[in-house]
């Protein structure tokens, strides 16, 4: 609630050049996705502090905490995004420590290691995710299964593994009809949601010419 996903969203170019503000996981170009907003990230993309305010009360920490978030240094509009989260969530007491790393071993060395995030006390980390074959399956189970959670390389970087999502992902593997197959998508889209597990910012484009 606390995140401003305008100023995310500008970040990343805005809505020509970054994309539309994202309030689901899964883009709407992957098969089954759809549309939901249980964050108000379309219809407040200023964010709630109200609600976040009272979500910290919820969980504990009225007053906010301390926690880092990773970046790849040299991307600047990963950079601009990270330091758009910084002001937007520090209205509400969330302090980020911000810690930029290079591309090339972001994954092998720092956002991808669990013990390196742990250790070092980062609860948020940046990146982007454009599965190899668009479907529910293909974009939700290297980012959100819990038997995908490994020491370096890591793509499930919020360490979810929520028995919902994991059933879903098997029974999607083992589904031949389509249609049904595809349904799921929606399903693991919204656990992952309501777990809160990633914050989506946009649905970012890409230029492919011939």
Not at 53 to 76: E, M, Q, V, W
Not at 174 to 185: G, I, K, P
């Amino acid at each position: 609630y606390a995140a401003n996903k305008t100023n995310l969203q500008t970040a990343y170019g805005g809505p020509v050049a970054g994309g539309a503000i994202a309030s689901t996981v899964a883009p709407p170009n992957v098969l089954g996705q759809k549309h939901f907003d249980l964050y108000e990230a379309t219809t407040k993309p200023g964010g709630d502090l109200t609600k976040a305010k009272a979500a910290l009360k919820t969980c504990g920490h009225p007053n906010g905490f301390t926690t880092g978030i990773t970046y790849r240094s040299d991307r600047p509009k990963e950079v601009a995004a990270a330091q758009a989260m910084q002001a937007s969530l520090a209205q509400v007491g969330i302090k980020l420590q911000l810690h930029g790393f290079p591309s090339g071993t972001y994954f092998s060395n720092f956002a991808g290691v669990p013990n390196y995030m742990h250790s070092h006390n980062i609860g948020i980390a940046m990146g982007g995710w454009a599965p190899d074959w668009p479907d529910g399956y293909g974009f939700f189970d290297f980012i959100t299964a819990g038997d995908t959670i490994s020491p370096a390389g890591n793509t499930n970087i919020e360490e979810l593994n929520d028995p919902v999502v994991n059933n879903d992902l098997a029974k999607m593997a083992s589904t031949q009809n389509a249609t049904q197959r595809n349904s799921y998508t929606a399903q693991i889209d919204m656990q992952v949601m309501k777990d809160a597990a990633i914050l989506p910012e946009v649905y970012a484009k890409s230029l492919l010419y011939r």
